[in-house]
Every structure is written in structure tokens, then in C-alpha cells.
């Protein structure tokens, strides 16, 4: 059964809630749905003895309202959505591989860790790590969206090989530290030190960063590739706009990374 | 069938399956793009000497195009698919990449994909970057004016090669006027390029030869300084024959541009000189598409 839950009290003790999809709920009865037993604190709990249960729309799972104790949601999803209407707590969206994860809150640490697929997107602050390797894993996500509306703890993006992480606020100290590949956005401010041991990948600023040592500034250009994407990909379409030209520094050069971060400059293009 | 005077024959225009591909090459400025498209289309009249057929199909508008730069569709014919594979790479590496300010992406979804920066980004010796967003991949390759901007693949198309119509006039002049007029019809057909010089083709081509090495050789029937010499098809009043040649990316465009070139050579009419609008086939046997003249133009035998 596709279900909406709602939590019938605070939660006295972390609660994780990996694997409870929309693909693993479906075909269950009710009775089956209750009894299904999660980790919660040092002892396993029914679902129906912590949340109350009525039945929701096919593919879709709601958790009305949050609690900064509920860890692991959406971790595991591969299709369908997961609909929260508050806070979470730490590895939401773990392992992902595709679906959509909405968080109405804010989210903990190691948001979207080791994700492959899908999009997660939250309308609060994430915590540290987000986009970053899971624990006992040697990279972070390869691929899918995060978009954070928000600000980012620290080092979120740390060992990304793929995908996109778009920050619509402030992104915390050492963004990006050993990135491997792909894109992390930030609309807001970075902190400093961002960029350590970057080997490739790539990070758009509005605004030059108070970056780790090891970055080779090679000037302003006119890059047809930020034309290209303020096209092609939607999300980052508003943050790019207008922008053609950027200011692009390579690095970590001390590690002979190639890594890149590119500084948009409003205005027009370089004259003809 | 006569349309202003026009005697249409009841003929058919025999094609081949031909496998294709669009790229869309954009510039800073519209006469880059088009120079790009025109170089990377150049010696790419026929398949038999050139590997390839290839055309300009049409201009793209900044706000249609991927980077919102002007831009140009060009399409790319093979024999096969290993044969496409082979040229466009190579098309794509000596016309497009050393076209200043250019860029080059995929033209068409579907189909097995032809690489593109997958091949040519080795060009870039280890600087080049990737950028992965959703399934789909560019590159960005280091060169002298900024970067080359290219997407890793297109996809391709089972194509027609080889529509044709023949224009039979009273002289040269105005074989190649109504030819003209044809071109212009035609390449306002979506899916469809030319790929003759200027949309025309002089001298067609029969099947064979008297000498062993060639495989085609000048389609005598329709040489008017041969009439009566051997078997011609040229009634005595023309003088000059003109072919036009297409290559499309299905069945149905190649019709809708054999009819437009037919319209317009009609509308140039008995008047300026045209005597007949004939088709070139090699009896039926060869080729699996049948541009029957008449049938196009909605008219019976």
C-alpha cells in the first residue's frame, strides 16, 4: 500500500528509516505495513507503534512532519517520491538511485551520501557532508540532483565523482575537499578553504572564494560551455543567467588536480 | 501528366537505404557557423568517391540552438553504419574543431550513436573536461580561442540516398535556371540536403561502364550531344539536362522535396524553356525506395 505517516509523539531516540520505500511498501497489507519492525535507539520497533498510518497516493510515500531524529530517509530509493513535510535527521537519501526525495525542512549531516540517481531537493539547511563519501566508502555520489535551498554544512561535495549539487545559500567550510568529478553550485557564499585536493570536477560561485591553497588563476573567459548549460540543465539555469563570461582558477595544483572554479561575471559578452 | 506546360514522365526515382546523422554546429556569428558547415560538407557529393554524402539542411536561429549562438544543421550520409562512424569523426576533427568559435552538438536522439568528442577529445592531451548533466555528455576541449564545446555523441537515422529528379530544357541556361528555382524549393524541406554542388548535379550518372574499373559512368541517354548517336531519351527540342540529387532522413522528406523541386520547375514552365521533368532509375531491381513522379504530384497515369 502507498502510505502517508504521521509521527504520534517526539521521538525519545534516532530512528532509522532506511529502506522504507515506495517500492518496498507496495503490495502490503495494512497489518503488514504495522508490523514492520526499524531500529530505533538500541531496540526494533513496529512502524504502527511510533507512527499513525492511513493509506496515500500510489508511488508516493508522505511523512507528515519531521523530526531531526529520523535518520535514513529515502536512503535506498531507486523510484517513486518520498514527501516529507519537515525536518530529518542524518542520512537521508543515502545510496539513492533514482525517485525524488522532498524534504520540507531542514536535513543532517551526510545528506545524499554515495548517491547514483534520482533528486532530492530541500527547502531547509543540510548538514555536514552532503553529496559526500558514505561512511566505509571511498567516494560520494556519482550522479542525480541535490538542490539545497538552504545553506550546506561543511565540506559537502568531499570525494564527489558526478552529479550535481546546487546550493541556493552559504556553503560550509572546505567544500569540495578532494573532489573527483562533477559540478557543486553554490548562489550564496563559500567558506573558507574549498577546493582541497580537487582532482576535477567543477564549482560555480557568484563570487571569487577564499579558496585552499594550489589554485592557478588563468583569467576571465568567455566560455560557450556556460551557455551551453544555462540551457541544457534547468536547475542551474537561474544562477547562471545572463552570465557568459567567468573567471575560471584551476586546481589543486599542488596535488596536480585539474579541477576547476568558475567565478560568473554578470554582463555582456566579450566585445566583438 | 503536363503542368504549364511541363510533360512530368511517367517515371520513378529508384533510392537506397542510406544511414544518417545531424550535427548542429554553432558560432559566435552566423557566417562561422555557416563556414564551418559548409567545409565539413565539402567533398561529400557522393558516396561513390567522397565516403559520404553531406548538405547544409538548413539555418538555425540563436534561441533554437543548444548554446544560443547561431547555429546550422548539417546531415551526413553513409552506406553504413561503419561507414558513418568512420566519416564523421574525421569531418567533425579537420572542419569543425579549426573552425574558429565553433561548437558541435548532436543533432539527433535516437538511434546507434556516432561518436563525436568521444574521439576528438584527445585532442585536448589530457586537459579536456567533461560535464555529465542528466544522461547527457559534453566536452570541452582547450584551443587556441577558448574551448571547443562538443557533445560525446549523436545518435542516426536509416535514411534515403539517391531521390533525384532530372530537369530537361531547351538550353543550358534555362536547365539551370529551373534548377535553381528547384534548389530553393527543396532546401526549405526539413530532413533533406542536397549534396551536389549548389544543389545541382551535371552529370548524372548509369550504372556500369565499358571500362572494368568504374562502377558508374555518364548517363548517355540523356546527353544531349549523343542523341541519335546511341539510345536517348531526349526529345529533339532539348538541349541541356540538369539533375538534382536528395538525401533524406526518411521516405516521406525525400517525397516532400522531390515534389517542392517539382512545383518550382513547373512554375518556371514551358514558357522559360522547360521541356520535362524525368527521374533517373536503374529499372526497378536496385533500390528498395520508389519516387514515382506522377504519384508525388497526386496525378494518374
Known amino acids: 500500500m502507498s502510505v502517508v505517516l504521521r509521527l504520534k509523539a517526539p521521538l525519545a531516540a534516532r530512528l532509522d528509516l532506511e529502506g522504507l520505500t515506495p517500492a518496498a511498501l507496495a503490495g502490503k497489507a495494512p497489518a503488514e505495513v504495522e508490523a514492520i519492525a526499524l531500529p530505533h535507539g538500541g531496540r526494533s520497533v513496529a512502524l504502527g507503534e511510533l507512527f499513525a498510518i492511513r493509506a496515500g497516493t500510489e508511488g508516493r510515500l508522505v511523512l507528515e512532519g519531521g523530526d531531526a531524529r529520523l535518520d535514513g530517509v529515502g536512503a535506498g530509493l531507486a523510484a517513486g517520491e518520498i514527501l516529507v513535510e519537515g525536518d530529518v535527521g542524518a542520512h537521508a537519501g543515502r545510496g539513492m538511485a533514482g525517485g525524488v526525495l522532498r524534504i520540507g525542512g531542514h536535513a543532517g549531516d551526510e545528506l545524499a551520501a554515495g548517491l547514483t540517481g534520482g533528486r532530492i531537493e530541500i527547502d531547509g539547511n543540510a548538514g555536514a557532508r552532503a553529496g559526500a563519501a558514505p561512511s566505509g566508502a571511498r567516494r560520494g555520489m556519482a550522479g542525480g540532483v541535490v538542490l539545497i535551498r538552504g545553506h550546506a554544512g561543511e565540506r559537502a561535495g568531499e570525494r564527489q565523482r558526478g552529479g550535481l549539487i546546487l546550493i541556493e545559500g552559504d556553503a560550509g567550510a572546505e567544500a569540495a575537499t578532494d573532489m573527483i568529478a562533477g559540478t557543486l553550485a553554490v548562489g550564496g557564499r563559500f567558506a573558507p578553504g574549498a577546493g582541497r585536493g580537487m582532482k576535477r570536477g567543477t564549482l560555480i560561485a557568484r563570487a571569487t572564494p577564499d579558496l585552499a591553497e594550489g589554485f592557478a588563476d588563468t583569467g576571465t573567459h568567455d566560455l560557450v560551455a556556460l551557455r551551453l548549460i544555462a540551457r541544457r540543465v534547468p536547475d542551474l539555469a537561474g544562477l547562471i543567467a545572463a552570465a557568459v563570461r567567468a573567471r575560471r582558477l584551476v586546481g589543486d595544483r599542488l596535488q596536480g588536480g585539474l579541477g576547476e572554479v568558475l567565478v560568473l561575471e554578470e554582463g555582456a559578452a566579450s566585445p566583438a | ?301
Open chain 2, 1 to 301: 501528366m503536363i503542368v504549364n506546360g511541363v510533360e512530368i514522365r511517367d517515371s520513378f526515382a529508384e533510392a537506397f537505404p542510406m544511414v544518417g546523422t545531424r550535427l548542429i554546429i554553432t558560432a559566435d556569428t552566423p557566417d562561422w557557423a555557416m563556414t564551418a558547415a559548409r567545409v565539413t560538407t565539402g567533398f561529400a557529393t557522393s558516396v561513390i568517391g567522397c565516403g559520404c554524402e553531406a548538405g547544409v539542411e538548413r539555418v538555425i536561429p540563436p534561441e533554437d540552438t543548444p548554446d544560443g549562438r547561431p547555429g546550422v544543421a548539417i546531415l551526413i550520409f553513409a552506406m553504413d553504419f561503419k561507414g558513418l562512424k568512420t566519416v564523421v569523426p574525421l569531418r567533425l576533427g579537420q572542419c569543425v574543431l579549426t573552425c574558429p568559435t565553433t561548437a558541435c552538438y548532436a543533432g539527433v536522439e535516437g538511434g546507434k550513436r556516432v561518436p563525436l568528442a568521444k574521439t576528438i577529445r584527445y585532442f585536448g592531451d589530457g586537459f579536456q573536461t567533461s560535464k555529465k548533466f542528466g544522461d547527457k555528455r559534453f566536452w570541452r576541449v582547450p584551443v587556441m580561442d577558448g574551448e571547443f564545446v562538443c557533445d560525446e555523441d549523436t545518435g542516426s537515422v536509416e535514411g534515403v540516398g539517391g531521390g533525384n529528379i532530372l530537369i530537361l530544357a531547351r538550353s543550358r541556361g534555362q536547365a539551370l535556371h529551373a534548377a535553381e528555382q528547384a534548389v530553393k524549393a527543396m532546401s526549405k524541406v526539413e530532413g533533406v540536403i542536397l549534396p551536389f554542388p549548389g544543389g545541382v548535379v551535371r552529370s548524372g550518372s548509369k550504372v556500369g561502364s565499358k571500362y572494368k574499373a568504374l562502377f558508374a559512368s555518364t548517363n548517355d541517354a540523356y546527353c544531349p550531344t549523343l542523341r541519335g548517336v546511341g539510345a536517348s531519351a531526349l526529345p529533339e527540342e532539348v538541349g541541356s539536362v540538369m539533375e538534382i540529387v536528395i538525401d533524406g532522413v526518411s521516405f516521406e522528406a525525400v517525397a516532400q522535396a522531390t515534389r517542392a523541386g517539382i512545383e518550382a520547375v513547373c512554375e518556371v514552365g514551358a514558357a522559360r524553356g522547360v521541356v520535362a521533368i524525368d527521374a533517373g532509375n536503374y529499372g526497378g531491381n536496385l533500390g528498395p525506395f520508389h519516387f514515382k513522379l506522377r504519384e508525388i504530384m497526386g496525378g494518374g497515369a
